[in-house]
């Protein structure tokens, strides 16, 4: 609990995507993905100290926002942009399911509108395998500044919620490379 505590102090803001818009209920048409990415990270100043982390995982940390910032471009340009970047920075069912809900989206007409905004708190190192070490990277979401828009530029889709934690699993491949291999919105509100 000290680490997180600790870690929590590290505000780390940023361009972050997440399909969402103002209001209450997910339209049942067009989803919300869970996660979010960061263009800039910008450490805000905290009474807490700041935290050391691994090489390692730093590299994760940044592979989360590397991620973000890619989805949250590729989100704001739908539909003239090739989606299958995000086969350069995420891997797994995270890519794929990207890929579908893209494809409702095109399908539906609409795109990103602002940025959210990521905040990550924690990083743990966890299992590894033949395909590499997989690190457990958590924050929170801000979306109050971003919602899905139709082409006239309304919003296409309620929020539920402006606030919660996400769940970055980022596996470093045995080869070198950093891929986010999943990405969950919990319930839990920050």
């Known amino acids: 609990m000290g680490r997180f505590w600790r870690l929590a102090g590290l505000m ?5 995507v997440a399909g969402c818009t103002p209001g209450g209920e997910a339209d049942p048409e067009v989803s919300t993905p869970g996660v979010v990415a960061s263009a ?10 700041t935290p050391t982390w691994s090489a390692e995982e730093q590299a994760a940390i940044d592979a989360v926002y590397k991620y973000a910032e890619t989805w949250t471009r590729i989100s704001q340009s739908m539909p003239n942009v090739d989606v299958n970047e995000i086969w350069q920075v995420a891997g797994g069912d995270t890519t794929n399911n ?3 809900e893209w494809m409702k989206w095109e399908k539906a007409g609409v795109h990103l509108e ?3 905004v990521l905040t990550l708190s924690d990083v743990a190192k966890g299992m590894t395998d033949a395909n590499g070490t997989v ?4 924050g929170c979401q801000d979306i109050s500044q971003s919602y899905i828009s139709n082409a006239s530029g309304e919003p296409a889709t309620e929020k539920k919620r402006e606030r919660y ?3 970055f699993d980022v596996l470093h491949a045995s080869r070198g490379q950093y891929l986010v291999i999943k990405d969950v919105a919990l319930e839990e509100l920050c």
């Open 98 to 100: 990207d890929l579908a």
């Open 165 to 167: 934690m996400v769940s």
């Open 114 to 116: 602002g940025a959210p």
């Open 12 to 16: 780390v803001v940023g361009c972050v």
């Open 40 to 49: 800039t990270p910008v450490v805000t100043p905290s009474a807490s100290p």
């Open 135 to 138: 690190y457990h990277v958590t």
